[in-house]
């Protein structure tokens, strides 16, 4: 077991799946944090079952401050070397992480993001393809990071990372965020290729198709300002 590793998934009204992926992943990495973000249905109570430590928004604060959540609490640890975010409704293989964590300690580097367009979208419908890659587009251009995939959740990254990323936007945003954060630091970052399955219930649970777009904008509008 990779014991140096920890996994983080923000959690929102996750009930009917996240005892099941917890499970798919704790044979494999032992260390996961579930941030429960204010969920109104009884998700804390299905990851107290799992064994993962589990750690209470009061109320929905969003992905992203989930996420910072999660990351501040494994560097308490100071054994935590490698850090991995995971989306908690089903979509993500835990084999995919492993793989990246491969790549990431032996290409020594500093993120390694997933890419659905490297690898395999099932069920992810042309419409949604479509915007996702306008997104990324928009991404390549505004940042100078080349992706082929710039709002995948599943990412590796080490210590060095996750002490010097500021994850200021609370929501979705903060995926536009990371790439902005590694452009601006020059961290050393590749991809590789994932799967992600798309179910009725995944779909349902994901961000409006044209809000990957929007966060990218907000993001550069927030740049522009601050020059």
Known sequence: MQRDVYVILPVFNE??????????????????IC?????????????????????????????????????DYALRDPDAAYFVTFDSDGQHQIADAVKMLSVARDGDYDIVLGSRFLGKAENIGSIRAAVLKVAVVFSNLTTGVRLTDAHNGLRVFNRGFAERV??????????????????????????????????????????????SINIGFDLLMRKISKR
């Open 15 to 32: 009930a009917t799946v996240i005892r099941s992926v917890v499970d798919s992943i704790s044979p494999v990495l032992p260390h996961i």
């Open 35 to 71: 941030v429960n973000d204010g969920s109104t249905d009884t998700s804390a109570a299905e990851i107290e079952s799992t064994g993962a430590t589990l750690i209470n928004h009061p109320f929905n604060l969003g992905q992203g401050a989930a996420l910072k959540t999660g990351i």
């Open 166 to 211: 500021e994850i200021t936007m609370p929501g979705m945003a903060h995926a536009s965020e990371f790439i902005h954060w590694i452009a601006r630091n020059k961290f050393r970052y590749t991809e590789v290729p994932v799967t992600i399955v798309y179910t009725r219930y995944t779909k349902a649970k994901s961000q409006s198709l044209f809000n």
